[in-house]
């Protein structure tokens, strides 16, 4: 599963930092620090003491992400994370009520005005442009009330540091680190937002995302090749959905929708709050279960029951552009829990960790055709199942199709021979290390610890991961190989450089009569 290769590199950020004189990181260790309170109303804490510094780090895991956006609503999870700084019905307004008045006149002129929009037949253009000024007027009239970016400066002004969130595929997750005599505060601003969010200034911050989108996808060939192969590769799930959302979508995206995907996933039972830092668990459980207690209940949201069809035949995207050629490979591979998700970890270490990795040796050292050559498991996320990608850069003078070749032969050598035992040794202590490095700081820590509770629904499994690392042999490695890397389980995409006006060019500007 590797949840510790994502973990961020912090060790720059002195308020996220515990690491003078790191306790012993054993599981027992941890045990004697760590207390796990699920509240009466599902919502799971969890609070380990690190005294080592005045400070603390939080990590809110909400169980649901982009695979979760509601069908013709792509985009909606990361669309509310980028809301959650926007303040509670008592933060970031000057007078909530009326806001609130102002905001539902919002709601009712965009409907009414995304109604004329959507005709497709006997749209009125001019009852359109008086339905958009009068939405426009409302928006106006709403943001009148608020106080921008009230939430966050009150956060900073308290010491907060590294300020973020994020959405990915699995989960949305909210994190800061702060000085410990702040930690009421936080749970203040947290509970707040988890439990009392305000959709103001959506239609603005949707133009916001808009503009992600073209600055990530639209406007980057890599991005929209990558967003190309995951819809290549996938028919039904929702991991071939674009994460940053679909242009239209995005673009006729609601407040009201977003308010609706809050109540069915940002209840309490989806949520794990992971506290790490100078905190006393005796003292801190009984504050924190005051403010999250507050919360409103809601039935946990029922599992998803999408299943990716077995895929029979190779699939593959080729886009032909005047940039950067660029290759990229995915077989589908089993969710997180598969019995052999350490063998999948044992690959990419083989493959991509450093210059003595398989791909570094032959594609970038050795024969000199890449620039960059990798493979990652659990792509785009592991929740469910994914896929085990691999990707290389050409250098000048060579193509993706060299590169298609140059893997292949890679991955063939794998499910032929044996790694060495150096190789697997060298995967087995860089984890291990890879796991004290991510518990050295309370960031880190934190988020393991919240990532392990949600997935395992016990953070030892964190621990117990370094057993089954250590059960990996050279056989299960060359059996996994013959079994996901197959040319039937296989998408590719790829960027091929076009010197001039494409053929597709030419054909076209020939049919018209064109010079």
């Given at each position: ?18 690491t ?50 509601p ?17 509670t ?95 009421e ?10 439990g ?33 192969f ?61 403010y ?12 998803m ?81 994914g ?11 060579h ?117």
């Amino acid at each position: 599963m590797r949840f510790l290769r994502v973990v961020p590199c912090l060790l720059g950020l002195g308020l996220g930092l515990a690491t003078l004189s790191v306790p012993a990181q054993d599981l027992a260790s941890f045990e004697k620090r760590t207390t796990v309170k699920v509240l009466p109303n599902g919502l799971t804490l969890i609070v380990c003491e690190r005294p080592e510094a005045p400070v603390f780090s939080f990590y809110t895991l909400v169980d649901g992400g982009s695979a979760d956006d509601p069908q013709g609503a792509n985009g909606l999870a990361h669309m509310f994370e980028h809301m959650a700084f926007k303040g509670t019905n008592e933060i970031g307004t000057t007078n909530y009520l009326a806001e609130k008045v102002a905001l539902a006149k919002v709601e009712v002129a965009y409907a009414a005005y995304d109604a004329e929009q959507r005709r497709l037949v006997g749209k009125d253009p001019a009852k359109l442009e008086s339905l958009k000024k009068a939405f426009d007027d409302a928006v106006d009239a709403a943001g009148k009330f608020v106080v921008p970016n009230q939430f966050s400066e009150i956060a900073e002004q308290n010491g907060a540091v590294n300020l973020n969130a994020s959405t990915g595929e699995d989960s949305t997750q909210y994190f800061w680190s702060m000085p410990s005599n702040r930690l009421e505060l936080w749970a203040y601003l947290e509970s707040g937002r988890i439990g009392h969010p305000v959709e103001r200034e959506f239609y603005k911050e949707r133009d916001v995302v808009q503009e992600e989108r073209r600055m990530r996808i639209d406007s980057s060939p890599t991005g929209r090749m990558v967003e190309q192969f995951l819809a290549t590769a996938y028919v039904a799930h929702p991991y071939g959905r674009s994460g940053v959302g679909w242009e239209s979508e995005i673009s006729q995206v609601t407040a009201t929708e977003a308010e609706a995907f809050h109540k069915k996933f940002y209840v309490p039972a989806n949520i794990v709050v992971a506290v790490v830092g100078d905190v006393k668990a005796s003292e801190t459980m009984p504050l924190l279960t005051k403010y999250f207690s507050a919360i409103p209940s809601g039935p946990k949201p029922e599992p998803m029951t999408t299943i990716e069809p077995k895929q029979f035949a190779e699939k593959s995207v080729v886009i032909t552009e005047q940039t950067q050629p660029f290759y990229i490979e995915g077989y589908h591979r089993p969710d997180y829990r598969d019995p052999d998700d350490a063998v999948y970890d044992a690959i990419t270490d083989i493959f991509s960790n450093g210059r003595t990795a398989r791909l570094y040796r032959s594609l970038v050292r050795d024969q000199r055709i890449a620039a960059a050559a990798e493979g990652f498991s659990g792509f785009p996320g592991n929740k469910y199942p994914g896929l085990f990608a691999f990707y290389a850069v050409p250098l000048p003078d060579h193509t993706p199709e060299e590169m298609r070749v140059a893997i292949q032969k890679e991955l063939e050598r794998l499910k032929t021979e044996d790694i060495t035992d150096e190789e697997l040794a060298r995967y087995k202590t860089r984890t291990k290390a890879d796991l004290l490095r991510g518990l050295a700081d309370n960031e880190g820590l934190a988020h393991q610890l919240a990532e392990y509770q949600t997935r395992f629904g016990d953070w030892r499994e964190l621990f117990n991961q370094l057993k089954k690392v250590d059960a990996v042999t050279r056989a299960d490695v060359r059996r996994v190989a013959n079994q996901i890397f197959v040319a039937s389980n296989r998408t590719s995409a790829r960027i091929e450089f076009a010197d001039g006006p494409t053929k597709a060019t030419k054909t076209a500007k020939s049919a018209g009569g064109a010079e």
